[in-house]
DNA sequence: GAGGAATCGG
DNA sequence: CCGATTCCTC
């Protein structure tokens, strides 16, 4: 049996602003692939060599200026990429690669929504939902072994969320929004591998609020990150793991990492 | 005969972004009071703790939002104040005190006039004129032993600035200017003291633009800040000083301290 | 060039 | 709350 292939999601909201933070996780858990969002930084500003230096030599960026962004960085070879804009609103929310051995990794950040839960008075909320739309049906037609991560911006589960009764009209764990991801997961064979290894009602945060002083004091936490593998790469996972304590670090991002490990 | 009296202005640029400089500077000049510009706070947010900590118990502030505001900070007792307003603006361009022997400071931050030296164009150029013609109308009523001190943002004499020829159409040097400061001067029994101690055409500076990558480089400095004292005053006066070094601290002001002493 | 505030998006 | 950007002033 070979090693396994560890591969990581981070929101990082600002790859730059946040780059020691990135190096110090790259070499302390070593992931062989590091998913970012939120890089929010054009292709020719991102840090590579950084990344170079400490062998993630295969890089596919879609950035764009100020807002949004996304990378994948990998110790392994890399062999096709993909940059959907789905909106066709030229926001950078995704990159898609192919491992030499076929799996795909498709590293997507969903439009966040805005304050108010209703598409009448709040635009965002419904780019949020017409994104989800239109990523059920690209999932529909998918036939490859794939790995969907990143920020989807939504906490479908009560125990994805600090309180559950009380987060049923924001924006993240509101009815709506929920159903909207139950589509695009049952739009193929999507396993939720977070909940795959830690099933409900476990409790499985990976984002924290920076408007809290201490975000461990109520532990106000949400699951907006996931990892969804379809029934074939699922089956090869073998670990999943949320690095909590990422949220301690100086300078943190919002989010932390999470990560599966693959028997491939 | 007692110990001299040391007395500093200093725009700072913010007194709030430069605590660590103003605390260095008064650690290791010591100076009796400290006449600051530029503070950019309003009172309340004023540092006061950091001052008393250093024995500036003697607190005297005029600040604003954002822009502008002065300061006189004192070991020694200030007995009186006065906060003029001599364009009915609310900007916070002036504070004064009186000190126990007598004598008064006015500490005063006048506009800097922004780039094109023409009324007609350019209000700001205006304003600066306007208030420099009712200083001139309040030194003409001055009947007190008097020292005035801030930055007057006008470098009349052609060795207060780094190529008199290169600046005459540049506010600050324009002949229009110089000659308001001097209807200034000639209004009471000003001396200027940092030319009485170092007579022209000797180099005298105090500011350094911002924009040059090493201010010592081709040392193009103004003369912008300034002491006058009343005759009465300027009879014991026994030194004048400008702290250049300061420039060159971490994170300086674009201004230095400048510090007169007196037998009082 | 540098600071501060307002704005936007999170 | 946080980061990035824009605008304004000096």
């Known amino acids: 049996m070979t090693t396994p292939l560890k591969i990581v999601s981070w929101n990082i909201n600002s790859v730059r602003f946040r780059l020691d933070i990135v190096e110090t996780f790259l070499r302390d858990m070593a992931p062989d692939i590091l998913c970012l969002q939120e890089t929010k930084v054009v292709d020719q500003d991102f840090p590579t060599d950084s990344f170079r230096a400490l062998g993630y030599t295969h890089i596919m960026l879609h950035g764009q200026k100020m807002h949004h962004g996304v990378a994948i960085l990998s110790k392994v070879p890399l062999v096709e990429d993909d940059r959907f804009d789905w909106q066709a609103n030229q926001e950078a929310r995704h990159v898609g690669v192919r491992l030499e051995s076929g799996m795909r990794i498709e590293n997507v950040y969903v439009p966040a929504g805005g304050d108010v839960p209703d598409r009448a008075v709040n635009p965002k909320f419904?780019?949020?939902?017409?994104f989800l739309?239109?990523?059920?049906?690209?999932?529909?037609?998918?036939?490859?072994?794939?790995?969907?991560?990143g920020d989807l911006n939504i906490a479908p589960l009560e125990s994805d969320v600090w309180s559950h009764k009380q987060l049923l009209k924001t924006v993240s764990h509101t009815p709506v929004e929920v159903a909207a991801m139950d589509r695009l997961k049952?739009?193929?064979?999507?396993?939720?591998?977070?909940?795959?290894?830690?099933?409900?009602p476990a409790r499985l945060h990976t984002w924290w609020s920076y408007r809290s002083v201490d975000w461990t004091v109520n532990d106000r936490g949400r699951r907006l990150d996931h990892m969804w593998a379809t029934a074939d790469v699922a089956a090869k996972a073998t670990r999943h793991h949320v690095y909590e304590e990422c949220r301690s670090w100086l300078k943190p991002s919002d989010h932390v990492p999470i990560m599966t490990e693959f028997a491939i």
């Open 186 to 200: 049952a739009s193929n064979s999507w396993v939720d591998l977070g909940r795959h290894f830690f099933p409900a």
């Open 126 to 130: 419904g780019q949020k939902l017409d």
């Open 133 to 149: 739309e239109r990523m059920t049906q690209w999932s529909q037609g998918l036939t490859v072994p794939t790995l969907l991560v």
